[in-house]
């Protein structure tokens, strides 16, 4: 594991940092939840193949949803303390070794233990206090690689929405899940390093 906290997410050299390296946030374009080569993977590498070569992540679209996700994330981080009496370090990328082929942004890491934290639009969190599972299952894909990377045991997941109780599942290594997708990884990392070079020899 190795951790870089010289920038802050969402920072210009975070975008940079992060350009043409597959992340656990979208591991789901590499693998589904069964265990499966995604049908998204050919665009991924298409996408992360142009990044590589322009040194930067495209510019994409924030909803209404996201952008109130990332405006309340250090209050659903400060709540988080508050409630576990813990402190959280916050770093920009953690990638799984000194290759930096793939890397994920945990929302903080512990001792032995990383935190994702989702501010959902209101009804979705609501469903999710309902419906635990639906939040396990929307998330899974993305934990679990962020578990991999880290090398860690557990990882809080935390849905947070101001005025309700927040939801905070403690979710731990699937290594079966974790098997699998290292397999998909290796593949999906060498076709990608023969798009690049192909696309390369093409400019």
Same mark, same amino acid.
């Given at each position: ?17 992060? @350009? ?24 991924? /590498? ?6 590589? /070569?322009?040194? +930067? /992540? ?6 209404? @949803? ?5 405006? +309340? ?18 770093? @920009? ?79 731990? +290594?699937?290594?079966?899940? /974790? ?25």
């Amino acid at each position: 594991m190795i951790i870089e906290d010289g920038f802050a997410q969402r920072s210009d050299d975070w975008f940079r940092a992060k @350009a043409g390296v597959p992340g656990a946030s979208s591991f789901s374009k590499i693998i589904t939840a069964s265990g499966k080569p995604s049908v998204s993977a050919n665009d991924y /590498i298409f996408q992360l193949a142009g990044e590589k /070569i322009l040194g +930067r /992540i495209e510019d994409g679209y924030v909803s209404f @949803a996201m952008q109130q996700g990332i405006d +309340r994330e250090a209050e659903a981080r400060r709540f988080y303390e508050l409630v576990n009496g813990v402190e959280i370090r916050q770093v @920009a990328l953690v990638y799984k070794s000194e290759a930096r082929s793939v890397a994920c942004s945990p929302d903080g890491l512990m001792h032995g233990k990383g935190l994702e934290i989702k501010c959902p639009l209101l009804k979705t969190h609501v469903k999710y206090l309902l419906y635990n599972d639906a939040f396990k299952t929307e998330y899974f894909i993305q934990v679990q690689g962020s578990l991999w990377v880290c090398g860690f045991d557990t990882w809080d997941l935390m849905s947070y929405s101001p005025g309700l109780p927040p939801l905070i599942l403690t979710m731990e +290594r699937d290594e079966n899940f /974790i098997s699998k997708l290292e397999f998909e990884m290796v593949k999906f990392l060498k076709e990608l390093d023969r798009v690049y070079k192909e696309l390369m020899e093409k400019i």
